[in-house]
């Protein structure tokens, strides 16, 4: 069954660094997210992607976070320069496409994030 | 509370019983998802319902939908201890046009031990 896969598992950084987390969506979904949980949090909405272009984005989403589709397959999100409060477990998900009334998202296994 | 409260926080059952997990939300919404997560991994999307949808079952799993009461309930049927897990829902408030375009809102979750 198709799976949304995520690079690295764990990536540990420290405190002003870049960082890209991967993502490969499921090979035929159209729309993309990027999602995060702090420990013991919620998970929250960080960014939706289509089309190339970011379609919405939360407050969260600042302008130290970005993202990219840079070929047919990978979907990247970039933190520019990581702050303490960055740590957390970010999840990639992926739907097919937005119906009306219909989004099932499928997430990836997550990244966890440790900024020192 | 916020969008996508779940109750309980924590419910603690044998196996063999039934679990019935309550989410309620305050906005309109396209659909309500409800989500899987084992400790420290990925969310594993279980089952979609429409607002236009009451009730919807996958296997062993039934969810209902009550749009003016503003509220969803998730219950699993006979109960093993692999269901152990955090379970969570997430709304889709989709944009003015009705479609749907990503930006799930998470609830707090309810943590599920099923005890052999």
């Known amino acids: 069954e198709p799976e949304v896969t995520q690079t690295p598992s764990h990536q540990v950084t420290q405190m002003g660094q870049e960082v890209i987390l991967r993502c490969v969506p499921i090979?035929?979904?159209?729309?993309f997210y990027w999602y995060r949980q702090i420990l013991g949090q919620k998970v929250e909405f960080l960014v939706s992607?289509?089309?190339?272009?970011?379609?919405?984005k939360s407050e969260i989403f600042d302008d130290q976070f970005s993202v990219e589709r840079p070929d047919g397959s990978n979907f990247t999100l970039k933190i520019r320069s990581t702050k303490l409060e960055d740590s957390a477990m970010y999840f990639c998900a992926s739907s097919e496409r937005p119906y009306r009334g219909d989004n099932e998202q499928f997430f990836g296994p997550g990244t966890r994030l440790t900024v020192l | 509370s916020q969008q996508g409260e779940e109750d309980p926080q924590a419910l603690s059952i044998q196996e063999g019983e039934n679990a019935t997990m309550n989410c309620s939300y305050k906005t309109s919404i396209n659909n309500l998802q409800w989500y899987r997560q084992n400790s420290g991994r990925g969310l594993v999307h279980l089952i979609l319902?429409?607002?236009?949808?009451r009730e919807k079952h996958s296997g062993r799993l039934r969810v209902t939908l009550d749009t003016s009461k503003k509220s969803s309930s998730l219950l699993i049927t006979a109960s093993r201890a692999a269901d152990t897990a955090s379970y969570f829902c997430a709304t889709d408030r989709g944009n003015a046009g009705g479609t749907s375009y990503g930006k799930l809102t998470f609830g707090q979750g309810t943590i599920l031990t099923v005890h052999p």
């Open positions: 319902i429409r607002s236009n949808e």
């Open positions: 090979s035929n979904h159209l729309y």
């Open positions: 992607f289509y089309n190339n272009e970011i379609s919405e």
